[in-house]
């Protein structure tokens, strides 16, 4: 027994090490600041959705609120298969927005991934240079398009990987998402600046159309659900990590909802877990192994502290040390992506372990379901 607890505490501590050293790595991400830059780059606007009809009156006006010229770039929206209203709402808008090139096509599923059938079937109608990808329940900054062109203009790059953040309400399974989100766009930054790159989020994410036709799209992976971002990333880094770049630029950030209930965010953790037993990166790999055995060592711990094997007193300083270690990357996460003040901090952090490793073990049983349908 002292042994196997021996061995738990070594799995924390190397969970502590890859922590500190992605604060490191965020912290030599230099932050891009927009100053202004003639509009040049050209932009297709790429925006897969699926029963939006809630959240695409928002998007809409967002992207109508965009300040950069509407010749420069153009919006193709797919939709997979939505029996709610959320046509009708697109077709109001365009027909009200004359002025936009907007364009509405409908998803032709070809794999078991809805969303990289839809970027797939927007590509070959994609008439500029880049393409910009979003989600429909998402708000998209004015200058979003302009940092872009600004960073694009000024660096040799054919993809690049953008900040996103919640916008949450006073509740706590919000604020648990939103320090469990900050972790993540930490550690994404973080592997940037260590040159370890293997996370983005498709809320935000840009890439040439000609790199995406070097890279041979999503073949490879197109049988795994989700990953339309992750996967791309990962390709594209390990064959031209030069054309990668991160761009930290608060300009650039994207706003989108988080999940409403304890069920919905569990399977959409679910969702983003399943893909990392696929993921291209060893680094990647190593990190996942790492948070889940350092998160899977304190309920074993836990447990053997209920039996009577473990002192309550190691087992909490054994929390605290692990709190103040994830704090360093959330502190540098919040003040980059959100300045805001940390809610439920603590018991967030009780609670995180328990969440994460049933999300890791669930996900290997390979299905859940999402937006209204049941995936692997």
């Excluded at 042994?3 to 501590?13: C, T």
């Excluded at 925006?47 to 959240?55: A, M």
């Excluded at 509405?104 to 794999?111: D, F």
């Excluded at 969440?355 to 999402?370: M, Q, R, T």
Aim: positive net charge; hydrophobic residues 45%.
């Amino acid at each position: 027994m002292e042994v196997l607890i021996f061995v738990l505490y070594i799995y924390l501590a190397l969970y502590g090490v890859f922590i500190v050293w992605l604060a490191f790595g965020f912290l030599k991400v230099k932050t891009w600041h927009f100053k202004g830059s003639k509009p040049e780059t050209t932009f297709s606007i790429v925006i897969p959705f699926r029963n939006e009809s809630e959240n695409l009156p928002q998007l809409l006006e967002s992207l109508k609120n965009l300040d950069y010229p509407k010749e420069l770039f153009e919006i193709i929206l797919i939709d997979d298969d939505s029996d709610d209203d959320s046509q009708n709402i697109v077709y109001k808008w365009r027909m009200a927005n004359g002025e936009f090139h907007a364009t509405l096509i409908e998803n032709l599923r070809i794999s078991n991934s809805p969303k990289k059938d839809a970027i797939s079937r927007a590509v070959p109608i994609v008439v500029n240079e880049w393409i910009v990808t979003t989600d429909a329940d998402c708000l998209l900054p004015s200058t979003w398009l302009g940092t872009l062109n600004h960073y694009i203009k000024n660096h040799e790059v054919s993809m690049i990987a953008g900040p996103v953040i919640y916008k949450t309400k006073f509740s706590m399974v919000q604020h648990f998402q939103q320090m469990d989100f900050l972790s993540l766009q930490g550690g994404t930054i973080g592997s940037f600046g260590i040159g370890k790159g293997f996370m983005c989020n498709g809320a935000n994410f840009a890439y040439t159309k000609k790199f995406f036709a070097d890279l041979s799209g999503f073949s490879g992976n197109d049988k795994i659900a989700s990953g339309d971002d992750v996967f791309l990333l990962q390709k594209a880094i390990s064959l031209h990590p030069e054309k990668v770049h991160y761009l930290k630029s608060r300009e650039s950030i994207v706003a989108t909802k988080p999940a409403k209930s304890w069920f919905e965010l569990f399977y959409q953790r679910v969702r983003w877990a399943s893909k990392s037993i696929s993921y291209q990166s060893e680094f990647g790999e190593l990190l996942a192994l790492i948070v889940f055995l350092g998160n899977l060592s304190l309920v074993l711990l836990c447990v053997f502290a209920a039996f009577g094997q473990l002192d309550y007193r190691i087992l909490a300083g054994l929390f605290v040390g692990k709190f103040a270690v994830d704090y360093i990357l959330l502190f540098l996460a919040n003040g980059f992506l959100r300045k805001g003040t940390f809610i439920f901090p603590i018991i967030s952090s009780l609670f995180y372990p328990f969440f994460s490793v049933a999300v890791a073990l669930y996900s290997f049983y390979g299905k859940y379901e999402w937006k209204g349908r049941k995936l692997r």
